[in-house]
């Protein structure tokens, strides 16, 4: 997936040649964001749509970028809603999450969200409040929290076992009973996110036909007339081992059948993918400031740390990475280095915490080369400590989309 390093690279060590000090940047390759997220798109068969989890990433290049490529944006809170709509007027938008306000109620009314995912009858009744004041009907679908025979768990579940999230499968005749006698509140179906970093296609497969025979059974059982299923993201990157990702080809070679057995004819499926879209497209570079070694172990210090790059500390693993050699020695003495050897990746902060990389074998780092953390451009700076310590922000490029002849654009 990592398409377009050289470009990267490139960009990077120019950008290293003119810096005073160590570098310290995110660098997004948009060329890179728009094939992969073309080739997604073209993939996923008639009557499915692709919205993009704007959470994952929300930053306007790459939100330009995806926008003429998918059917719209998923939001979670009122601030994305804003963000979204001061960019694009006319995108359709989805909103969900749990704890809405009524403001953010409200904010939905007013910038014509095309459906509301609901979490709760609570919810529900607040809508409706709020729809009567503004006088006009809105369609949502019930996020449901359902317990599946054989859900295989990943390492983050939303649904299939006690969570905040969506609505237990046994209060939904309640909820049904209550949108009979408001019929300015519109059930146009039902929205699934049960896990994130799902990696196994098949496992996938079979969670979301079990979703759609649920859907089907109430269907049945409540005589409901319903055009949209939403099985919500959850594709994971394999951070741990790369070059064994998640079969895409695979999974959406296998939807047609998979709706089709459904038995939901006409009924149109969603999916509101965060990480599997962005993440490949971002890059997070640290030049080597020291490498030292304590009692056995080497460590590398890099410029910047977790309060730039939270990813690997959120999830605990040891995030892959290239060193890029930077031949360039100012100095009359030794350059140290590690050759051969396994090294943790650190940052600048006080704390052992801040810990990129661990038990990672490199060929050689030596001071002043680049170590560049791939599969950043997702869940990392946005849910980064950014001004923990007060150490500057990252320099943040984006390398433009091929058609694009302008040089990478530096957010100011
Ligand atoms: C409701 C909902 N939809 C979509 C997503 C996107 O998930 P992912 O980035 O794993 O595709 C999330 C992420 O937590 C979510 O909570």
Redesign the pocket.
């Known amino acids: 997936m990592e398409l377009r390093l050289t470009e990267v690279v490139e960009h990077l060590r120019a950008a290293q040649a003119d810096s005073g000090e160590p570098l310290c940047a995110y660098v997004y390759d948009l060329e890179g964001l728009r094939r992969h997220a073309a080739g997604v798109a073209a993939s996923l068969p008639q009557g499915c749509e692709l919205?993009y989890?704007i959470?994952?990433n929300s930053d306007l290049p790459i939100l330009q970028t995806l926008a003429p490529l998918v059917d719209g944006f998923?939001v979670?809170s009122g601030g994305e809603l804003a963000w979204v709509r001061e960019h694009f007027s006319d995108v359709p938008v989805i909103f969900?999450?749990p704890g809405k306000l009524d403001s953010e109620l409200d904010a939905a009314l007013e910038r014509r969200v095309d459906c509301l995912?609901v979490e709760s009858l609570f919810e529900l009744q607040r809508l409706a409040e709020r729809v009567q004041r503004h006088g006009k009907p809105q369609d949502v679908l019930l996020?449901m929290n359902v317990a599946l025979d054989n859900l295989a768990e990943t390492t983050?579940m939303?649904g299939g076992k006690p969570t905040p999230?969506g609505i237990p499968s046994l209060e939904l005749p309640e909820c049904l009973a209550w949108l009979r006698g408001h019929p300015e509140i519109g059930l146009r179906g039902f929205?699934f996110?049960l896990?994130?970093?799902?990696l196994d296609a098949q496992a996938h497969l079979r969670m979301l036909a079990a979703c759609l025979e649920q859907v089907r059974q109430w269907c049945d059982q409540y005589r409901l007339s319903i055009e949209h299923v939403?099985v919500?993201?959850?594709?994971?990157i394999n951070y741990r081992d790369p070059a064994r990702q998640f079969d895409w080809a695979g999974f959406s070679g296998a939807l047609p059948a998979l709706m089709q057995r459904s038995g939901l004819a006409g009924v149109r499926l969603r999916?509101?993918?965060?990480?599997?879209?962005?993440?490949a497209c971002g890059y997070y570079a640290m030049q080597v400031i020291d490498i030292k070694r304590s009692y056995g172990k080497t460590f590398v210090v890099g410029r910047g740390g977790s309060h730039h790059f939270r990813t690997p500390h959120a999830q605990g693993h040891s995030h892959p990475f290239h060193v890029i050699p930077v031949d360039d020695w100012p100095h009359a003495f030794a350059r140290p280095a590690a050759a051969n050897e396994a090294v943790s990746v650190v940052g600048q902060l006080c704390t052992p915490k801040d810990l990129l990389a661990f038990d990672a074998v490199v060929e050689r780092v030596r001071c002043n080369d680049l170590v560049v953390f791939s599969y950043a451009g997702?869940?990392a700076w946005h849910i980064s400590h950014h001004d923990f310590l007060r150490h500057p922000h990252p320099r943040q490029w984006y390398l433009p989309v091929q058609e694009d002849a302008h040089a990478a654009v530096e957010r100011a």
């Open positions: 919205f989890a959470k994952a998923e979670s969900s999450g995912h996020r983050l939303m999230f929205h996110h896990l994130s970093h799902q939403n919500g993201g959850g594709i994971g999916f509101e993918l965060g990480r599997y879209l962005s993440a997702a869940y």
